[in-house]
């Protein structure tokens, strides 16, 4: 999985803004806090949700469980817009 390259990032003080560059079909904007701005930041590259999921956990003292489902929870809003390349 892969950040669409249609899709833009920006880091405004404590929050992430992505916007569409207008080549899809999603006219928004999507603001993430810190922890979901890392979780897409991952996907600039090429990655797997588990992949993700293991770095996630590498850097935060939770537990697994939890940290897989605010994944699965990023990966889900990313792929409703059209943000994931899959």
Do not use: H, W
């Not at 207008?22 to 991952?42: L, P, Q």
């Not at 929870?73 to 817009?81: A, G």
């Amino acid at each position: 999985m892969k950040l669409n390259e249609n899709f833009l990032t920006q880091e405004i003080d404590d929050t992430q803004v992505m916007v569409s560059s207008g080549a899809s079909d999603f006219n928004g904007i999507i603001r993430s806090n810190k922890t979901a701005a890392e979780i897409v930041n991952y996907f600039q590259e090429e990655t797997t949700r588990d992949e993700v999921v293991d770095k996630m956990c590498a850097k935060y003292d939770a537990p697994r469980d939890v940290i897989a489902e605010d994944v699965d929870m990023v990966i889900e809003k990313l792929r409703k817009v059209g943000a994931l390349d899959e």
